[in-house]
């Protein structure tokens, strides 16, 4: 079958969703090593690539969901039977709301800790009016860990729904967010 002009993303959408889903990945692999860090000040340092990371993040899916609603996604899939359509945009929104809520609720717990997030030394995110009071800021990171482990899991879901559609369905599904392929309409 032809290809719709319309049945991929445009360039500008792939390249935010493979450059938010490589920030994701990197970050959880930073939280990976600062977890065996030798000590407190090793894994300060480490993490601080984590928080400046969490600030490109939420910037990125920000301009993305901007980019979307200037240029939106192609239709579903005809092929893709209701339950699927309808899980496929709860894991969407769901993702989408841990990327930008994560990043805003670290924001409040460094805040919380009286410590401005550092891009890599270029500049502060400075931190938010509130009350510092770690233990608040040690509540709001064990969710933040919470909302991390469930965003990869909604990732590794996204992931094997697009292998299934692809390599099962035959359908092409992985090819709407890569500029080679062919959608089957």
Request: net charge positive.
């Amino acid at each position: 079958m032809g290809l719709a002009a319309n049945s991929k993303y445009s360039g500008v959408a792939m390249a935010f969703h493979w450059l938010v889903g490589i920030a994701v990945i990197a970050s959880w692999l930073i939280t990976q090593a600062a977890e065996d860090a030798p000590n407190r000040d090793a894994r300060s340092e480490i993490m601080a690539n984590h928080f400046a990371l969490g600030v490109v993040i939420f910037v990125l899916v920000a301009a993305r969901l901007i980019w979307r609603l200037a240029s939106p996604p192609p239709a579903p899939s005809p092929h893709h039977a209701g339950w699927e359509r309808a899980l496929a945009r709860i894991t969407h929104f769901a993702m989408y709301a841990l990327l930008l809520v994560m990043p805003l609720a670290a924001w409040f717990a460094m805040s919380s800790y009286g410590s401005p997030i550092s891009l890599w030394g270029l500049f502060d995110v400075p931190v938010l009016p509130v009350a510092e009071n770690p233990d608040v800021a040690k509540q709001i990171f064990g969710i933040h860990a919470l909302a991390g482990t469930t965003l990869l899991v909604l990732i590794a879901l996204h992931v094997a729904a697009a292998f299934k559609h692809t390599l099962v369905d035959r359908d092409g599904t992985i090819f709407k967010m890569l500029p080679f392929g062919t959608v089957r309409n």
